[in-house]
């Protein structure tokens, strides 16, 4: 904004302005209105809703905040408004572009006596709130932020005067109208309050959005048939994929980019590029949505101060982001959408200052950009790629890329250390290939043997040596004397019987003939013998009795 061209006849001082806002004006070095502050301050300045649309870096923050703080200066705020409800209320889709517009808000603000006030998400949730809870003036922020705080009760929007919501289409593309339109039913009525849209294009959706919320606004178009500043020079180089990283060096080496901005499509992208330009001496970082936000607007501090050369960002920087004096900008992925590739190129060029746009066509992106030929209605110079262009890289490490060790592993990285068990199929379990090769030694030097033949022929072993274990009963009175050495043998093999597999739990099996009393005897049960000592002492009884027979009959 420091930096702003003259660009029409129509100058801030014939707009009579309050004099506080007219000195931060002056301050700021402003003296005459680019095509979109003098389509729209007449208008806003008369209490109209108005609904903007420019080239990205024309002046649209200057306009909206100008009309805001003016409006506020002469409109005094009612004796009911309680402290934590702000007069004025600035919504933006990206927390970089919400913070830039605080920072503008108060070089052009610095004597108007009005409190700013920011929300932002991932970052100093507490100091946020304990701000807002203090009471501010002007709020700035996100949806969701904001919206978390109104739903505690932090602050309320009964009593806004002026609301503005800046880059609308970009709101519709991250997701955000529920809440835009969450926010715009607390407000008071839109024919009670002034009401300001503005963006780089203004889609059917973003109109209805405007004429739904805001009353009766009108339509301001700056040279909409320009989509881009005619001051930026735009050409195309169609390498490889080889070649791009080669092709990037090269080309910043040569051009001796002091401050440069590097888009992709992909975080991964933006995390290798960033290893590989650093390796190859080029001082680069990279910004996406997954960098905390201290980080984040260090490196936007860093960038902006000159002291990072540099930046590789996402399409999540393409907004809204006032640096002044950026030389070049390098898609080095084409955009999937037209628009992007408008907004990225704003980059550069602003306010009637020039710069270079490049962009590679490699065979990964390259069929975006028919679309985008036809969305900015020219065709782009094509530059050939040649051999003293593509400079020899030095590729960065592999554990380089990204912020640690694990970037190939998902978010967490790769597991600290194995599964506790074999698994079943799960993250932990070896892919069907690394299983094939770690069992097929085992198989070849060990095989298994059969089950069936296994199981076939310990079952006959088993059933040999019950049979050979099994006490024979005395057959009667004639083999009385051979019975007379069975309590000896009985005694002596009782020990060395093994324990029988039990089929009908304690005390159960088959019941020999004339042993049925023995065996269910309470003194047998209460012996705790197993069933193989009850037998052989049943069998011991019987063969004593049957030797005293004998030997009464023999006397």
């Not at 129509?10 to 003098?38: K, N, V």
């Not at 903007?52 to 009911?80: C, E, I, W, Y």
């Not at 992208?269 to 984040?296: F, Y």
């Amino acid at each position: 904004m420091t930096d702003q061209t003259p660009v029409t006849d129509l100058s801030f001082s014939s707009l009579h302005l309050p004099e506080p806002l007219a000195r931060g004006i002056a301050d700021a070095g402003f003296e005459r209105c680019t095509p979109i502050q003098a389509g729209t301050l007449p208008r806003a300045l008369a209490g109209l809703d108005v609904a903007g649309q420019a080239q990205t870096g024309t002046g649209k923050t200057a306009a909206f905040l100008v009309a805001m703080f003016a409006n506020l200066l002469r409109s005094p705020p009612p004796a009911d408004r309680p402290v934590t409800s702000p007069r004025g209320f600035i919504l933006a889709p990206t927390r970089e572009l919400a913070v830039q517009i605080h920072k503008d808000a108060e070089l052009l603000g610095q004597y108007c006596n009005l409190s700013l006030g920011l929300a932002f998400g991932g970052v100093d949730y507490e100091k946020q709130r304990r701000q807002l809870e203090a009471g501010v003036d002007v709020l700035i922020g996100t949806p969701g932020r904001i919206i978390d705080y109104y739903k505690q009760r932090v602050f309320d929007l009964r009593h806004v005067q002026v609301m503005v919501l800046d880059e609308a289409d970009r709101m519709f593309d991250l997701g955000f109208i529920a809440d835009i339109r969450y926010l715009l039913r607390r407000m008071p009525e839109p024919t009670r309050r002034l009401s300001m849209l503005f963006s780089a294009t203004l889609s059917q959706r973003v109109l209805e959005l405007a004429y739904e919320h805001m009353n009766e606004p009108e339509l301001v178009r700056i040279e909409p048939e320009k989509v881009t500043a005619d001051k930026v020079r735009q050409v195309i180089y169609f390498p490889s994929m080889e070649e791009k990283v080669g092709l990037l060096v090269g080309l910043l080496k040569k051009l001796n980019a002091t401050r440069t901005m590097v888009f992709v499509n992909m975080k991964r992208t933006a995390e290798r590029l960033e290893a590989t330009l650093r390796a190859n001496h080029i001082d680069a970082e990279a910004m996406s949505g997954d960098v905390p936000q201290n980080k984040r607007l260090r490196m936007l501090r860093d960038f902006h101060e000159g002291r990072l050369p540099v930046l590789i960002a996402t399409d999540v920087a393409a907004r809204g982001l006032h640096i002044p004096d950026v030389s070049h900008v390098f898609n080095y992925d084409l955009p999937q959408d037209p628009e992007d590739y408008v907004h990225r190129i704003g980059r550069t060029a602003r306010a009637g200052a020039a710069g270079d746009a490049i962009s590679f066509g490699c065979e990964d992106y390259v069929q975006s950009l028919p679309d985008i030929e036809a969305f900015i209605g020219r065709k782009l110079p094509v530059e050939p790629v040649e051999p003293g262009l593509v400079t020899e890289v030095v590729a960065a490490p592999h554990e380089h890329y990204g912020r640690g060790p694990g970037r190939g592993h998902g978010r967490g990285g790769p597991r600290s250390g194995p599964r506790s068990g074999p698994g079943r199929g799960g993250r932990g379990a070896p892919r069907p290939a690394e299983r094939g090769e770690r069992e097929r030694p085992a198989a070849r030097s060990a095989p298994m043997p059969s089950v069936s033949a296994a199981s076939t022929d310990a079952g006959s072993e088993e059933r040999a040596r019950r049979e050979q274990r099994a006490p024979r009963r005395p057959e009667g009175p004639r083999e009385a004397p051979a019975a007379v050495a069975a309590p000896a043998a009985a005694a002596e093999g009782a020990p060395r019987k093994r324990r029988r597999r039990r089929r009908g739990g304690r005390g159960g099996g088959a019941k020999t003939a004339g042993a049925e009393a023995p065996v269910a005897t309470p003194a047998a049960n209460a012996a705790g013998l197993p069933r193989a000592g009850r037998l052989a002492l049943l069998v011991t009884a019987l063969a004593v009795a049957a030797a005293a027979l004998w030997w009464a009959i023999a006397r």
